[in-house]
Structure formats: C-alpha cells, structure tokens
C-alpha cells in the first residue's frame, strides 16, 4: 500500500510533469512544429518541381509563362488560426492552473496531516524534472525536428487523381 509520502511525491511529480510539457508545447514546441512544417512543404514542393523538371521540361516553361502571382488575402484565415490558437493555449492555461491548484492543495494537506518533509518531496521532483526536460529537448530537437513524415509521392499521386478527375 502506498503510504501518504508516496501519495504525495506521485501528485506533485504529475502536475510538476504536466505543466513543463504544456509549457513546452506552447513554446518551443510549437515554434519547433511551425518550423517542422516549413521544412516539409518545401521538401514536397522542391521534390515535385525537381520531377516535373525531369520529366516534362517544356511544361516548366508552359507553368512559368502563365504563372500570375496569386491575388489572395490571407490576413482573414491568419486572424482566425491566432485566434483558435490564442483561445486554445488560454484554456489549456486554466485546465493547468486548476490542475496545479487542486495538485498543490492536496500535496499540502497531506504534508501538514501526516507531517510530510516536503523538501525531500520537492528536491526528487525537481531532479526528476530536470532530467525530463533535457530528455524533451534533446528528444524534440535531434529527432523530432529532423523526422521527415512528409510523403512527396503521396502530394504527387494527390496532384495527378486531382487533375486527371477535373
């Protein structure tokens, strides 16, 4: 049976846990995505440019010579996204700060009811913390952001039945 010191030490180490990856994924989380997605896109649009090159050189010129730079504002849709993104991240904000509320409320009853050393509780959560966050990063950053998801075949047979069906 777990006793109150490990209650105690389970609880903290959650809502400590917790609020770092909300926290991460609101920043360099989603700074990392943003970039993640860049890159992808242009590998998909490099790629199928490098083959229409290849395979049929004269309907680059064709592309080229009929190309007009799109007349189209997009200011409405990236209102929009900020606004989904900028209400998510609130909520997501409060459902952490109730959660760390009721965490850190039921942490100190149990420390002031059992007599709990709550700074053996908090130095392993910290530690625990600290090795978690390296991990993220590292993790996030060397092969997360390096993972290459975007299928330029699947673009290109996507592009071609498009066509083909209008």
Known sequence: ML??????????????????????FFTYGSY??????????EYIVDDLIGDIKVIAPEATSLIKQNLVKPDV?????????????????????????????????IVYYIHKNYDIPMSEIIFSNVVSLIA??????????FFIGNYRSADPNFVKKKLIESIQNK
Request: charged share 20%; no cysteine.
């Open 32 to 41: 990392l995505e943003e970039k993640i997605v860049k890159q992808q896109m």
């Open 73 to 105: 504002n997009m200011e409405e849709e990236d209102k929009k996204a900020a606004e989904h993104n900028s209400t998510l991240k609130r909520n997501s904000f409060i459902a952490l700060a109730i959660v760390i509320a009721i965490g850190f409320g």
């Open 132 to 141: 978690v966050g390296i991990t993220y990063f590292l993790f996030s950053t």
């Open 3 to 24: 006793s109150s010191k490990d209650i105690a030490n389970i609880i903290l180490h959650i809502v400590i846990i917790a609020s770092f990856i909300i926290v991460f």
